[in-house]
């Protein structure tokens, strides 16, 4: 395992893996460093500010944290709008869960979002969530960073994995691997997988 000097760790590796945690290296740590006006993702929708993402985002994982997800748990992710899916990722990153992209979504995952006739729906405990309705629940208590393992995954499908040392570009391989029909969308130097980008650009990065 190899710490670049980029990665902001929580705790340095020792004799383990030490912790991080993904979303905060992708935004929290721009925010902090007064970059909270630039953009972070840009989107044929609109360009997407660090602190504008980061609201969103901690929102998010406030539902997903509402709902249970913890580190190392599966929340499913199937085809959605890119600002949607990175939003998903993140919030995922935060509370330390892994972002699954399986078709059907996987079985042990505790929440699935996924999209609609009626838009973007969350779902968990068997009952759909309406992603505006969720968001708005999620801002009166927005989620922080969880402490995540050196070694944890960020994403999975099937048998393929991206850790999210491989995510940061700090892991002593060739760098992210790609699903077939996946992007890589770039937030803050943290490359995650997108099933519903653009063909080109596939690699959105500021």
Known sequence: MVSAPQVAWFRAPADDTGTLNACYNALDIHVIRGRAEDVALADPGGDWTFARLLTEVAACAGVLRAFGIGIGDPV??????RVTGVVVALAAARVGAVSVYDDPPTADAAVVVGSTDDGVVLTADAEELPWDIAQRAGRTDPAGCSDVP?????????????????????????????????????????????????????????
């Open 76 to 81: 499913a992710i199937g085809p959605v709008p």
């Open 150 to 206: 050196g070694d944890a995954v960020l994403s999975r499908h099937g048998d393929l994995a991206l850790t999210v040392l491989t995510a940061l570009g700090a892991a002593d391989d060739q760098g992210p691997p790609v699903p077939p029909g996946a992007a890589l969308v770039e937030v803050g130097g943290l490359a995650m997988w997108s099933f519903d980008a653009p063909a080109a650009p596939d690699r959105l990065t500021r």
